[in-house]
């Protein structure tokens, strides 16, 4: 913040200034971004802030768990980004064998020296200060711009470890009658294509605000790639316009909006010491972001797949997606994981978005131990065509994209005792666990 207020003010003083600036960048250049807003110079006219968010701190702390990968790709990168290119590329090979070894190391204040050679000062004070609600975490909180924020341009991506908190900040700046556009590709961090709209999106939006040369149509601020239909699609604001429909989980593994009949739960064992992977996703690791196939991960026998009829015609999702369900565990710690996934005619699996949940003792619980938990997965806007069906994995983790659960309690940084889980998911009239999907009225075809 200091810095980025230095440079404005120098701009300021320079012969050549106009009196007009705006902001781009994008990750971490889009967070400094955030920090000169909250007081910024008037001559600040737009920004146009790319797979990004306000806070960082929910990047590592989803759902009350820890973003591991996350977490050792980020201090793995900054340990040796001084280091000259040709180091940076023979070091590639090997990063798959580095995470791997670095995800099994208990306790996980080890983590940071198995794939950096040496402790690392912040990684240690992640893992003490837990959640982002610590605060730890307060001088790097720059939500209080929204408020008076100058008209943004924000890019985004449907596997991006910031999409949730980027589009909560859209909505913020709108609910302030703030200027603002939403764009949302098929990316991951990183990915090519989000730089390519990102920058011709700004450099339209400059011309706009900065410039003040061609003026930007805001009557559709929200710009959708559907996956599926492959096909990009434009709406007046966020959220699209939909409808919820709810898909109930079936005692025999389907999915349909019917309500349940009566049925025993399912059952599954989690073990933390063969934790269930994370097979794609939104996830800072390049070998693993994105979308993948789920044919390795749905054979395991601790994930539990719930799946449609094939669809009849073809069935767009836009939107907030997440699910209701109800559960039981035979430990008070202990996490819930779950993923939307398409399924194509010939069966291949391919992940959409998901979502997890860290649970403890302070879980409000019925008389029989069981409970409802509502998990908030990323949004998503994806056709599914017809012959294609909807599928939900249910499980206890997604392991080391978020940090596996050992089951003990003990503080993050310092557990070392694994114990076993055993989980139950029901799905019966007075417990009907449901996948809630946003329907539009009208399919968004190839």
Not at 92 to 112: E, N, T
Not at 271 to 297: V, Y
């Amino acid at each position: 913040r200091a810095d980025g207020r230095a440079v404005l003010a120098w701009v300021a003083e320079q012969p050549w200034f106009g009196n007009r600036v705006g902001l781009f960048g994008a990750s971490y250049v889009g967070l400094t971004q955030w920090s000169v807003l909250d007081g910024a110079p008037d001559y600040v006219k737009a920004w146009a802030p790319t797979v990004t968010s306000s806070y960082f701190a929910d990047l590592f702390y989803p759902g009350n768990s820890f973003a591991l990968e996350n977490s050792l790709t980020w201090i793995d990168g900054l340990a040796h980004q001084e280091k000259p290119l040709t180091r940076q590329l023979l070091r590639m090979p090997g990063a798959q064998k580095r995470m791997a070894k670095a995800a099994k190391v208990l306790p996980l204040s080890d983590a940071d020296s198995a794939i950096t050679g040496a402790p690392v000062e912040f990684y240690q004070q992640w893992l003490e200060h837990p959640g982002g609600h610590d605060p730890y975490w307060t001088p790097v909180d720059f939500a209080s711009a929204r408020k008076k924020a100058p008209p943004a341009s924000f890019t985004a991506g449907w596997y991006d470890i910031f999409l949730k908190d980027q589009v909560r900040d859209y909505v913020a700046l709108r609910a302030a009658g703030r200027d603002a556009r939403l764009a949302i590709g098929p990316w991951h961090h990183g990915s090519m294509g989000q730089a390519g709209k990102s920058m011709r999106g700004t450099l339209q939006w400059m011309d706009a605000y900065v410039a003040e040369r061609l003026p930007v149509d805001l009557t559709s601020r929200v710009e959708l790639l559907a996956m599926g239909a492959d096909k990009w699609v434009a709406f007046p604001d966020w959220p699209p316009p939909a409808t919820e429909q709810r898909w109930h989980l079936q005692a025999d593994g389907g999915l349909g909006t019917n309500t349940p009949d009566q049925s025993d739960p399912d059952t599954f064992r989690y073990d933390p010491a063969d934790p269930t992977p994370g097979i794609g996703g939104a996830t800072l690791f390049a070998f693993n972001a994105g979308r993948k196939e789920q044919k390795a991960l749905e054979a395991r026998k601790d994930v539990l797949l719930y799946t449609s009829r094939p669809m009849v015609d073809d069935l767009t999702v836009a939107g907030p997606v997440r699910a209701e369900l109800h559960l039981r565990s035979s430990l008070d710690h202990t996490d819930f994981f779950v993923r939307l996934c398409d399924v194509e005619q010939k069966g291949k699996s391919t992940n959409l978005c998901d979502g997890i949940v860290r649970i403890g003792p302070e879980q409000r619980r019925l008389k029989d131990g069981s409970f409802k938990l509502t998990i908030e997965m990323f949004p998503t806007a994806n056709t599914f065509l017809t012959g294609h069906r909807i599928r939900l994995q249910v499980s206890s983790g997604a392991h080391p994209m978020y940090v596996r659960n050992l089951g003990s309690g003990e503080p993050l940084g310092k557990g070392t005792t694994m114990v076993v889980a055993e989980q139950e998911v029901f799905h019966d009239p007075k417990r009907p666990s449901a996948l809630v999907l946003p329907v539009l009225d009208k399919p968004v075809r190839p």
